[in-house]
């Protein structure tokens, strides 16, 4: 694919399906992406890789969206996030701490924008790491 | 005193008088008959006495006779002679048969008779001789004496007599002043004896009369206040009340009940109760029965079939909640009715609202999952729209169709499940106990994976019962998003369902069984389980979620019962819904949630 050199996403949901999906419309537009299935194996991969961003869920068993961030604020504060939710009340804190919020179903394109911003200084000149 | 004493006492003092009067009677009746015999002797001796003159009369006559004679010595002379002879001797027989119980007076008698025989011989031997010589002075004085010395026994018996019969009426007078006193001072003595005795008898009744009447008083006052106690007590009673006779007659109304049926207990007394207490089915408007007859029917305690309507004098309606019950004299026969209602209005829209709210409170206890359950398909096709939009390739396009097929059906399914939780049949119908816990376990899903809680389903076989399927859902919901939040993150539930055959108090059906890894329920919280706005979960819980769930499963004939787990690994609350195959529930009975305490919790 022609996205091979894009930047490198994390995704993080529960929903396998959902997740899969997700997947091949980031890697449409350029982006690489990994994907966890639950809170714990997305961390691994956020210590493990060179992640520039990363989509996170919100509401997931073991861990949550939440709980995961902070986690990965901890160790690489600069990585952007956006929280993905089905949710429409997210608790104020983790709305706060986590650089987007999209809302499930309000559609690709959204998304897409916002990860586009999300990612905007990163590829601006000097910011890359 | 009791009666028998009372007409004992009667009795003597009615009989007693009469006997001794009887006996005074008596007593009277002997003097009177001993004081006429001794008159019957005073005649006797005047008898006697009269005889012996006549007698001596009769001897008279012949000297008379005898003297003309012998002056004159014509013979015609002699006739009163003659006359007197035969009445002589009849004379001194009757004589002798009076006196013979006197032998002073049978000598006297024998005295004048020899004396009369003398004489008679006398008399024979002047007869005998010439009449020319018969008048010689000699003669003449030797008649005289001998009739002298006759004369003079005569008067002997004669003065004898007299004698007596003085003494006789001296003994009659001084016998008949004795009876006098006697009847006088028995008389006496018996009207004093009566009198104490009757006034003796008189004060007893008297004074027992004065005690039964005090004590009856008493009794009267007693049940007076009695019965005005019991008057203010029912009239106070904050439930209507209406007491019947047995055939159904109004006997007593008290004022909350004159209220609601709108008569005056002047009004209605005496009228029969269907007349004054008219009810009806609310929702099929057909006169609902009479209590009176069911009572009469069933001889026991009956409750109002669920919607009974009061409809009052006015017009007005009430939703009302009573029980009949019939009223038992002492040996067991029935005496009347009583009937016990009250206006359950308000009390009804506020449990219909209440259990709306409930509905409510689990919807959006639900929300989060549905909101979840929904957006993520949605967020899957809107993506797969996007991806479609741009892709070319149909091997990639059909896949991406197929997953799009897929999202939707799983948003259809979820949102069919939501739907049945407020679609009801208008009739029970079967359902999968199975089936329904699945359904309710899909909704909360979300919430299960997100506190990363096992589930562990122990059913397998279809088990089915009888039943409304949304409300059946409702109480599921509620039994597990309770486990689900008493278990915790991390926690674990153990759902079993299975058919149990029929057991002594209950019929065959199907028990769903929840245990949970949580801390279990204290003591104190065990009583008020059933409670409406009870809850151990602060804001976040209506309280009502049990006390829903007991009316739904009560209303199906089934039952509730919330302990601690006390087998297995699970050592927290473990909550047992039992229903019968063969719900009760039917289309008209209310989900009215009854808090009774017999169905609540053993521990």
Not at chain 2, 356 to 380: M, T, Y
Not at chain 2, 515 to 539: H, M, R, Y
Request: net charge negative; aromatic share 6%.
């Amino acid at each position: 694919m022609e996205a091979v050199t894009g930047p490198l996403i994390l995704c993080i949901d529960d929903e396998a399906l959902g997740l899969q999906i997700r997947k091949a419309v980031l890697e449409r537009e350029g982006y690489r992406v990994l994907t966890a299935l639950d809170g714990s194996s997305g961390l691994n991969l956020f210590a493990g890789e060179p992640v520039e961003g990363v989509i996170l869920d919100y509401f997931m068993p073991g861990m949550d969206g939440g709980q995961v961030a902070v986690a990965m604020r901890r160790q690489r504060p600069e990585v952007p996030i956006l929280l993905l939710s089905a949710y429409v009340n997210l608790p104020q804190d983790v709305v706060t701490m986590v650089d987007f919020t999209v809302l499930k179903g309000e559609g690709p394109t959204e998304l897409l924008s916002k990860v586009r911003s999300m990612l905007q200084p990163r590829q601006g000149p000097g910011a890359a790491p | 005193m009791n009666l028998r004493e009372f007409n004992r006492i009667v009795r003597q003092t009615l009989f007693l008088p009469v006997l001794l009067l009887l006996v005074l009677a008596g007593f009277i009746i002997w003097q009177i008959s001993r004081s006429s015999a001794e008159l019957r002797w005073i005649d006797h001796s005047d008898d006697v006495m009269e005889q012996t003159i006549r007698l001596e009369k009769l001897v008279l006559d012949q000297e008379t006779g005898l003297r003309g004679y012998q002056l004159t010595g014509d013979n015609s002379m002699l006739a009163p002679y003659k006359a007197a002879t035969a009445p002589i001797g009849k004379q001194f027989t009757t004589l002798r048969d009076l006196v013979a119980d006197n032998p002073t007076q049978m000598s006297h008698l024998a005295n004048v008779r020899d004396r009369y025989q003398i004489w008679l011989g006398f008399a024979q031997g002047v007869l005998n001789k010439d009449p020319t010589v018969v008048n010689d002075p000699r003669l003449n004085q030797h008649g005289k004496e001998l009739m002298d010395s006759l004369r003079d026994a005569v008067n002997a018996m004669l003065q004898t007599e007299g004698h007596i019969r003085r003494e006789r009426a001296n003994a009659a007078l001084s016998i008949e002043r004795r009876e006098l006193a006697a009847v006088l001072v028995s008389s006496l003595l018996v009207g004093l004896l009566l009198a104490i005795f009757t006034r003796s008898r008189l004060r007893r009744v008297s004074t027992t009369y004065d005690a039964a009447l005090e004590e009856l008083t008493n009794k009267a006052q007693e049940i007076y206040e009695r019965r005005q106690w019991f008057q203010t007590t029912l009239e106070s009673i904050g439930d209507a009340v209406i007491a019947c006779d047995k055939d159904g007659n109004i006997e007593f109304v008290n004022a909350i009940a004159q209220e609601l049926t709108g008569w005056t207990a002047s009004e209605a007394l005496g009228r029969p109760l269907n007349e004054v207490f008219h009810i009806i089915n609310e929702e099929t408007r057909q006169v609902a029965e009479n209590p009176v007859d069911k009572v009469r029917r069933l001889q026991m305690v009956v409750g109002l079939a669920n919607h009974t309507a009061l409809i009052s004098r006015q017009g007005k309606e009430y939703i009302i909640d009573d029980s009949a019950a019939p009223i038992r004299a002492e040996d067991g026969e029935m005496r009347g009715i009583v009937l016990v209602f009250r206006d359950v209005t308000e009390a009804r829209r506020s449990e219909a609202a209440l259990i709306a709210a409930e509905k409510l409170a689990v919807a959006g206890r639900l929300a989060a999952s549905i909101a979840h359950e929904i957006h993520n398909p949605l967020d899957s096709v809107a993506n797969l729209h996007f991806l479609l939009e741009n892709e070319t390739d149909p091997m990639k396009r059909k896949e991406y169709l197929r997953m799009a097929q897929q999202e939707l059906s799983r948003t259809m399914q979820i949102s069919r499940t939501l739907l049945s939780l407020y679609r009801e049949p208008k009739a029970p119908i079967p359902v999968d106990l199975k089936d329904l816990a699945e359904g309710v376990l899909l909704l909360l899903e979300r919430s299960v994976a997100q506190q990363g809680i096992t589930i562990e389903r122990q059913f397998k076989e279809p088990c089915i019962v009888e039943g409304f399927p949304a409300e059946l859902r409702q109480v599921f919901t509620n039994v597990f998003l309770n486990a689900l939040d008493a278990a915790g993150k991390g926690g674990r539930i153990r759902i079993r369902i299975e058919p149990v055959a029929a057991a002594e108090l209950r019929s065959a059906g199907g028990l769903v069984e929840v245990a949970d890894s949580g801390p279990g329920i204290s003591e104190q919280v065990t009583g008020n389980l059933f409670q409406p706005f009870f809850t151990t979960k602060g804001e976040n819980g209506t309280g009502l979620g049990l006390w829903v769930s007991n009316g739904i499963v009560l209303k199906h004939g089934g039952s509730i019962r919330i302990a601690n787990n006390d087998d297995g690994d699970l050592r927290g609350a473990c909550v047992r819904v039992y229903l019968p195959t063969r719900t009760m529930a039917n289309s008209s009975t209310r989900t009215t949630a009854h808090v009774d305490q017999g169905t609540g919790i053993r521990n």
